[in-house]
């Protein structure tokens, strides 16, 4: 078993951890790493570490830090095989989908580092920029200036992925960073902190503290940390809001969601099953953004759904590190247990079952699902309602465009959501009248690097990735004078 430390600008950890909790494969249950349980002296520790650093950091230039992120970009590709291993090992995702995360997080770096280096084209050596003015009488120049410290914490279920969506524009502005990653997949990024040696970061501009909610806790409410950028759950954001609100910290929070596939009758019948498909059984359902909702035009449903019975009877999880496996396990046994308790609501409320609905094993896992799919779910069924986050699909005809638009839109959340239909105009209509950040037409949950990512109502605040991603790291000043 791998032992994890804190990865701080001068190495090693002053302060003893009050302890090391275990990383679990969840496949076959087995320790993989142990790593600090780190609590308020092990952050204090780490923030100081940063803040040190952003002295001579925020300094730098803006083409300076882009070369530093296509070296962690190419240190990425050298290592990707081993960074996939380390994913599929610490959450359970079938390999195939680790190798993506490996080359998403690699083009996110590449992309920041592009940026960087276009905006710097624009800048004088101050960073000042001309800005256009109608008044005569006056100028004014525009400075982008790193926030300063930040925090980044990341859940489980995207590690690499997520952390290079806010790593890579948090060093690209110029800010330093202390990360924490999800308890349950420390090891990925373990490995990044390797990376961030091997290409040469100044120390101190990258730290890493490991740990559980405590130690998340300890870094936003640390008063030298200025800016929080969060993904998990709505219920961990929302605590997050009210610890930082008195110090009027900038917040990204990236939350969850309960997002709406819609199939119009037009519909290429193999686009819509494999986007349905791939919008709820990729990563087991464990996907911020999965279509977990399926509304389907009355007068297609009976052949849709009867194909997508027999396309989802085929379907069966297997060891992860496999290159064949489709699904894994779920990620750990919390996230068992709560699939587990949808499933037995839906027994509870008489939901009707068209695949799956029981917890299954290859003679290994012990956290498995069967990939499930009810059926004329009621609108005030908690399943329709509420994110559950794993393999689990609640399906719904509709009638009238508009009834389909207010199906959707009748969620607290409002992160994603995929339109599928011959005619690509009403597709785009219909894209445009949803409450959703991201929607994808006619295609799978390809999440591209140069468009935004986040969403609205209890989705979070605030868009990563594109140039959105970069300025949720910068603050704006503006200097004028007479002309
Ligand atoms: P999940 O359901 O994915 O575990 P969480 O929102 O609980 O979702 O966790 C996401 C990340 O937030 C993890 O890195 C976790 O350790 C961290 N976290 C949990 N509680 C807190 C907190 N009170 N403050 C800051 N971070 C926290």
Known sequence: MIRIENYLGNNRQASQPAG??????????????????????????????????????????????????????????????????????SCGKPLTEAGYDVLDSIDCYRYYAALARELAAQQDAQGLQA????????????????????????????????????????????CTVVLKPSEVTPLPESILAEICTAAGLPAGVVNIVYGAGEAGAALVSHPQVRKVSFTGSTATGARIALETAAEIKNLSLELGGKSSIIVFDDADME???????????????????????????????????????QRVAQLKPSNPATAEAVLGPLACEAQFNKVMEYLAIAEAEGLQCLNGGKACSDGVSQWMVEPTVYVDVPVSSRLWQEEIFGPVLCCRTFATVEEAIERANDCEYGLAATVVSGDEQRAEAVACQLEAGHIWLNCDQKVLVETSWGGMKKSGLGRELGPWGLSAFTEVKHITRKS
């Open 20 to 89: 090391y909790l275990q990383s679990v494969n969840p496949y076959n249950r087995e320790a993989i790493a142990e790593f600090p349980c780190s609590g308020k002296a092990e952050v204090d520790e780490a923030v100081a570490s940063a803040e040190q650093a952003l002295v001579g950091w925020r300094q730098t230039s803006a083409t300076q830090r882009a070369d530093y992120l296509d070296r962690i970009a190419s240190a990425i590709e050298l290592r990707s095989e081993q960074i996939a291993a380390a994913i599929t090992a």
């Open 131 to 174: 800005v256009a003015i109608a008044d005569p009488a006056f100028s004014s120049r525009l400075r982008r200036e790193p926030v300063g410290v930040v925090a980044l914490i990341t859940p489980w279920n995207f590690p690499t992925v997520t952390t290079s969506w806010k790593l890579a524009p948090a060093l690209a502005a110029g």
């Open 271 to 309: 686009v819509a099953l494999q986007a349905i498909m791939g919008g709820i059984f990729f990563n087991n359902g464990q996907i911020c953004s999965a279509t977990s909702r399926l509304l389907v035009h009355e007068g297609i449903a009976a052949e849709l759904l009867a194909q997508l019975q």
